[in-house]
């Protein structure tokens, strides 16, 4: 586990090394946010810039495509703050397994709501993306009935899958 000296992200590895579990903790909300509002940044720039409409299409593009680099890179950071807390023999919890479900069902809900919009190959791809999603979910989902059916709720994945992502 862990990157080598100078692959990406080498350093904000290091640091993340260096803190504790509950700074551990404050850098993975703390990622965690900014993946969020990063994301609704993309599904809903106008909300964000009141001169959206006003943007030429090149300077659009470019907000977007910097907008889904920092998602990118965000969830790159925060894999790699797991990746210490398992190094540290740490273990996925009830309370961080249904976190990373909340996080998930938030990425497949925006994934569905950008793939709604056509057959230009852009949304072909947003279509696959969201279907991904509802595969993996529908995994865990189908997974946790087995080893935890009374718990469902506790992990917020106790609805229908189809009805969420396959509606238009």
Do not use: C
């Not at 056509?118 to 529908?138: H, M, N, T, W």
């Amino acid at each position: 586990m862990g990157i080598r000296e100078g692959e990406r992200h080498y350093r904000e590895y290091l640091n993340l090394r260096n803190q504790t579990d509950a700074q551990l903790g404050r850098s993975i909300k703390s990622y965690q946010k900014n993946i969020v509002e990063h994301n609704e940044k993309i599904s809903n720039p106008a909300r964000f810039y009141s001169s959206w409409d006003s943007m030429g299409e090149i300077e659009k593009q470019g907000r977007l495509e910097y907008w889904r680099n920092e998602v990118s890179d965000l969830e790159a950071k925060l894999n790699l703050a797991y990746d210490v807390l398992r190094e540290r023999g740490a273990k996925m919890n009830k309370f961080a397994l249904a976190d990373y479900i909340e996080k998930l069902i938030e990425r497949a809900d925006a994934a569905h709501n950008d793939s709604k919009s056509g057959d230009d190959p852009k949304y072909i791809f947003q279509q696959g993306r969201a279907l991904a999603y509802y595969e993996v979910l529908s995994s865990l989902q189908n997974t946790l009935r087995v080893h935890h059916p009374d718990e469902l709720d506790d992990f917020g994945i106790n609805f229908d899958m189809d009805k969420r992502f396959t509606t238009a």
